[in-house]
């Protein structure tokens, strides 16, 4: 499978705190995205970061990529309870064959 | 307003059966994607087209199938040869060039 993983599986803090979650991947990347999913719900997009870009800021969302490691990192600051979400890491490659490999996600739960 | 419309959002089916999930778009966006998505699950790749009157089969293709006639339309048939069929199916498009995926709100099927 080419999914790629992240971590950690379930997150759980204090309003106010910062959330970081992981994602690796396994192939070659022309760009990694974030996406948010509130429960039973569709996906929504965070934020996209190319392959030639290392850092990446949106409002609260800081993403890091390290195409070395194939590895991306997702931090969300000053969190509140409307944060509590799964959230999920989309590579897409540059086989010229356009699709989204997801990853597992990450459950965050924002305690108020 | 523009947008992804899924329908129904819960479908209920003996097995057996065929079944039918709606995926409209008025984004007027040439790429489409059909993800299954298992509790606590990341997203996994059925089938996706680029280009009206062409698709391609991802990576659990087995026991579905597709047609895409329109560029607004783009169904997903779930068969008898689907051997575990309960999950949650979503349906996403894609503008032109190495961009986001905006996604429906999804259709919750259960085999009863």
């Known amino acids: 499978s080419q999914q790629g993983e992240e971590d950690p599986q379930a997150l759980s803090i204090q309003e106010g705190e910062n959330a970081t979650m992981n994602c690796s991947y396994k192939?070659?990347?022309?760009?990694l995205q974030w996406y948010r999913q509130n429960s039973g719900r569709g996906l929504v997009h965070l934020i996209l970061i190319r392959s030639n870009e290392r850092e990446k800021h949106s409002g609260r969302l800081r993403v890091t990529l390290d195409t070395s490691k194939k590895s991306s990192s997702l931090l969300i600051t000053a969190s509140r309870a409307a944060d509590t979400a799964s959230y999920f890491c989309?590579?897409?490659?540059?086989?010229?064959?356009?699709?989204?490999?997801f990853g597992t996600g990450t459950r965050l739960k924002v305690l108020a | 307003d523009g947008g992804i419309t899924q329908s129904p959002k819960y479908l209920f089916r003996k097995e057996g059966q065929n079944v039918t999930l709606s995926c409209e778009q008025n984004l007027n966006h040439d790429a489409m994607y059909w993800y299954r998505q298992d509790p606590g699950q990341g997203l996994r790749l059925i089938y996706y087209s680029q280009i009206v009157n062409d698709f391609q089969k991802g990576d659990i293709a087995e026991g579905y199938s597709v047609s895409r006639e329109k560029k607004e339309s783009f169904p997903l048939t779930v068969t008898s040869a689907q051997k575990n069929p309960t999950a949650f199916y979503l349906c996403?498009?894609?503008?032109?060039?190495?961009?986001?995926?905006?996604f429906g709100q999804g259709t919750r099927l259960t085999v009863v």
């Open positions: 192939t070659s990347i022309n760009n």
């Open positions: 989309a590579t897409v490659t540059t086989s010229g064959t356009y699709k989204y490999i």
């Open positions: 996403a498009s894609r503008n032109g060039g190495y961009t986001e995926a905006f």
